[in-house]
């Protein structure tokens, strides 16, 4: 079945929900349970209305509007990201697959094809972590990772809780246990997103297929030497944490590539070095190395590395170290009867469409563990994201939204 998607209709959306920013001139910046925030959500509410759709929101602020099907019983369909951003964001990152799945669902219920399950579109709350520094905080809140006490404990630097502001919003957090997501009202989920990178650009292909989310850790590295005087002390009377180190971060590339899964990548994106002067010898080096796979056996496999490398090249230079764990989250596998269909039904349709993986993480990975789960890319310019410049062509956002619909109505009939 091939929806037509309004995409005059879709492009103006996008660019009305751009306007609830607390930065206009310097991109766009709406954190969640904000006054920006508040009017979008008035606005999605007010469509939501003009469509029928039954809402419910939860105590994190997470929206879902329902599209009943013909069986009021049968799991649901469900297809949203979210509308918070981070500092001078875009307009694009989450509000494609919110808007974009509004849209599809729009084009479902015009079409007045009859479909059994029930579809709905969610809108995740506080996903980009601008508010509390943790990530997909309303996701996390919606399938239990995140109690009423976690959310009593997640802080914005002002000291205010996730809690406190989900009130002040008008939600109730203490009824966040009734909206949980229970897996067996749940058919599937697919989300969709800008991609966030260059690979459907470089390839010119307008739609990707997510099979998997890569997993992140992350550790700090911290060595100890004597820090003196860069004149007066001979080579050989050194313990110098920064050469030390230097040698590590070389391994570390060496590492990554020879994973074996050919999917790793690993960072040194962050060094502080004490104390930091031209003529003094470092006393010390903290760095951090953050390592991605949609493998589990890459990650560790660099981290093992590490573990065995790292204490050698200290020893043989006399000097301290600790691994200090910072973050550590799993890859995730999506479901691969969804991508079968995707790219089934972007066949019929004409739309070139390549399996990928991605390399940042998504609402999808929260639900992708209790719930068949599919994510569709779609190119984003300069592959750039979270900045005022991030941009995905009119062209690519109507056919990853028609593909959605597609998508969709055969997972609801
Ligand atoms: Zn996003």
């Not at 105590?59 to 799991?75: F, I, K």
């Not at 009824?175 to 997103?193: C, K, N, Q, S, W």
């Not at 719930?371 to 300069?382: D, E, Q």
């Amino acid at each position: 079945m091939a929806f037509s998607i309004d995409r005059d209709r879709l492009i103006k959306e996008l660019e009305d929900l751009g306007r609830f920013n607390r930065t206009p001139e310097e991109g766009v910046t709406r954190f969640s349970f904000s006054p920006e925030d508040g009017m979008a959500r008035e606005y999605l509410l007010s469509i939501f209305a003009s469509m029928g759709l039954k809402v419910s929101v939860d105590g994190a602020g997470n929206m879902r509007a329902r599209l009943e099907g013909s069986d009021p019983d049968a799991p649901a369909v469900l297809s949203g990201s979210h509308i918070d951003t981070v500092l001078h964001g875009g307009c694009y990152d989450g509000t494609v697959g919110t808007l974009g799945a509004l849209e599809a669902v729009r084009a479902i219920a015009e079409s007045d094809l009859p479909h059994r399950h029930p579809i709905e579109v969610i809108v995740f709350s506080e996903e980009e972590g601008s508010n509390f520094g943790s990530t997909l905080s309303g996701s996390k809140a919606l399938v239990g990772k995140y109690s009423l006490e976690d959310m009593e404990n997640l802080k914005d630097p002002e000291g205010k809780s996730m809690a406190e502001m989900a009130r002040d919003a008008g939600y109730e957090p203490e009824t966040m246990a009734d909206f949980l997501l229970r897996p067996g009202d749940i058919r599937a989920m697919v989300e969709l997103h800008v991609e966030q990178s260059v690979v459907l650009e470089s390839m010119g292909v307008p739609v990707g297929i997510v099979e998997a989310v890569a997993g992140i850790r992350v550790v700090e590295i911290r060595m100890k030497g004597t820090a003196n005087h860069a004149g007066a002390t001979p080579m050989t009377l050194r313990r110098d944490p920064l050469v030390a180190a230097a040698h590590i971060m070389a391994q570390i590339e060496t590492l990554a590539r020879g994973s074996g899964t050919g999917t790793t990548v690993a960072t040194v994106g962050k060094i502080a070095c004490f104390p930091n002067v031209s003529n003094i010898i470092p006393g010390e080096i903290r760095f951090t190395v953050e390592i991605r796979d949609v493998k589990a056996a890459g990650i560790q496999s660099v981290l093992d590395g590490i573990s065995a490398l790292a204490p050698a090249i200290a020893a043989s230079r006399d000097i301290s170290l600790e691994i200090i764990s910072v973050s550590d989250s799993d890859p995730v596998q999506l479901d691969g009867d969804i991508a079968s269909l995707s790219e089934e039904c972007a066949a019929k349709r004409d739309i070139p469409c390549v399996r990928m993986n991605s390399g940042a993480v998504h609402d999808a990975c929260m639900l992708a563990p209790i719930v068949a789960t599919g994510m569709l890319f779609i190119p984003s310019r300069g592959g750039r994201s979270h900045v005022p410049e991030e941009y995905s062509d009119p062209d690519d956002i109507e056919k990853g939204v028609s593909l959605l619909a597609d998508v969709l109505y055969e997972l609801a009939r």
